[in-house]
């Protein structure tokens, strides 16, 4: 088979708001209904919000243009985009292929945890407000040895059935769906937040920066967010540019898809942290903001269980569009470089997911839960380290590498302004940052991630 049929059998997306869509779905995840909120809780409020925003524009546009340009460019999945333009960095998109297949297997899990609060919120299981009691149902759902498999299971398979509809059918319908959704159920949230006695104090806490607490941590912070939050280097924006027509308006795109993803992040942080505020509950929680804290926050709400419900849905609904996303960047490969079917490929790939997601459901309890692996984590945190400490920010680095100095900033350029047809008055600080910013941010992401693990 050659490029050229190639190409003509190749799947596109429907409209450009389809598109829109499904790519701000893929970046708007876990990572802005449960980490933005905490992680501006544990790190000054408003000063971590407008840090930011500042590193969205400068790291988040930039690699986020990189990405869907090399896609559109080559029309080809990670591996093949690299491997066409310069066959001896192939490695470079298989880098990123294999982080998001490697996410997807313990997001999984994760997916399958909201599943299970979703239910306990219908069936009003959320009745009180001590920390310590909710903490031990979770603690001891998450470590029980098969109802966690059942719900990973359960959105394993949601996830496969919207792979398999293909980009058009099923990725962009679903997106289509998912994103107005939970755009709605967010304002609607965040009305009944900020309107609770006392949710000012929290809202001013996210909005009214505080410059005496900006120290190096806060950036760092904010710049790992950033990074993590818009799914870069995992091979996933790559994988829907190669999706996009040659007419695609990429600047315009580079632009909408972070600001959307930024305005889901904010509405969130309007959503919790005005209701912590509120009910008195601790604004720096950490991770377990979500599981613990929140079920608290909507126990002692007024009509909490429904809003516990909807709050559930809406982060599977976030969740699904993030896993759909990194599934089909492993399938696309599959389906370019083994030529098989879209449908066999999201099978045997969805079974092997869910496979490797077992030992990171079971190290939470008694069956696993005694085994250590990086740097004494269990299988579980392990994953995490392996994806975002290491292969997230190498394939990253390697990426804005490539563009900035491999492939070169004037050929980048031309596809994204389509040859000169599309106006880009900031081509010239673009090509500056994928050259020499982003490469040393992300290299300082890197570095930053593995020393704690040598020590």
């Known amino acids: 088979m050659t490029d ?3 190409k003509k059998e190749r799947d596109q997306w429907g409209s450009k708001l389809g598109f829109i869509f499904a790519a701000a779905g893929s970046a708007v995840g876990l ?14 409020g408003g000063v971590f919000v407008v840090i930011y925003l500042g590193l969205v524009l400068l790291i988040g546009f930039t690699l986020m243009m990189a990405e869907l340009v090399l896609g559109r460019n080559t029309q080809l999945s990670p591996v093949g985009a690299f491997r066409k333009i310069k066959q001896k960095w192939a490695w470079v998109g298989g880098i990123g292929v294999l982080a998001s297949f490697l996410i997807v297997t313990y997001y999984s899990v994760i997916g399958g945890w909201i599943i299970k609060y979703i239910v306990s919120a219908l069936t009003g299981a959320f009745n009180t407000t001590d920390l310590g009691t909710l903490e031990s149902v979770f603690v001891n759902f998450i470590g029980a ?7 990973h299971g359960i959105f394993m398979l949601i996830t496969l059935g919207i792979v ?3 980009i058009s059918g099923g990725i962009e319908k679903a997106s289509k769906i998912l994103m107005p959704g939970l755009f709605i159920m967010m304002v609607v949230l965040m009305v009944r937040s900020i309107t609770l006695p006392g949710a000012m104090a929290g809202v001013e806490y996210l909005l009214k920066p505080d410059f005496s607490k900006l120290n190096m941590g806060v950036v760092v912070s904010a710049l790992g967010q950033v990074f993590f939050s818009l799914s870069l280097g995992m091979g996933v924006m790559v994988t829907y540019g190669s999706y996009l027509p040659k007419d695609e308006n990429l600047v315009e795109s580079s632009l909408i898809i972070p600001a959307l993803d930024t305005i889901i992040a904010l509405l969130a942080g309007l959503t919790i942290l005005p209701a912590v505020f509120a009910l008195g509950f601790d604004p720096s929680g950490g ?10 926050v909507f126990a002692k709400m007024p009509f909490g269980s429904f809003f516990a419900v909807l709050f559930f849905v809406l982060v599977l609904f976030a969740a699904v569009t993030s896993s759909i996303s990194l599934l089909e960047a492993a399938v696309s490969l599959t389906v ?10 999201t099978i ?5 997911a869910f496979l490797i997601g077992v030992p990171s459901s079971l190290a939470n309890g008694p ?8 740097a004494g984590t269990n299988f579980f945190d392990s994953m995490g380290i392996i994806t975002d400490n290491l292969l997230l920010p190498l394939a990253a680095l390697t990426l804005s590498i490539f563009v900035g100095w491999v492939w070169g900033t004037d050929k980048a350029v031309a596809e994204a302004t389509n040859g000169g047809k599309v106006k880009f008055a900031l081509a010239k600080t673009w090509s500056i940052a994928i050259k020499y910013v982003a490469p040393i941010a992300i290299g300082y992401i890197l570095i930053s991630g593995l020393i704690p693990l040598f020590k």
């Not at 069956?367 to 990086?374: A, D, E, Y």
């Open 164 to 166: 398999m509809g293909g």
């Open 145 to 151: 040895p098969v109802e966690p498999l059942i719900y």
């Open 336 to 345: 370019d470089q083994f030529k098989w079917e879209r449908k066999k490929a």
């Open 367 to 374: 069956v696993l839960g005694n085994m250590t692996f990086i």
């Open 287 to 296: 991770p377990g903001l979500l599981f613990i804290t929140l079920p608290g």
């Open 348 to 352: 045997g790939l969805g079974i092997l």
């Open 31 to 44: 990572g802005n209904l449960w980490k933005f909120p905490y992680l501006a809780g544990q790190n000054g």
């Open 4 to 6: 050229l049929n190639q």
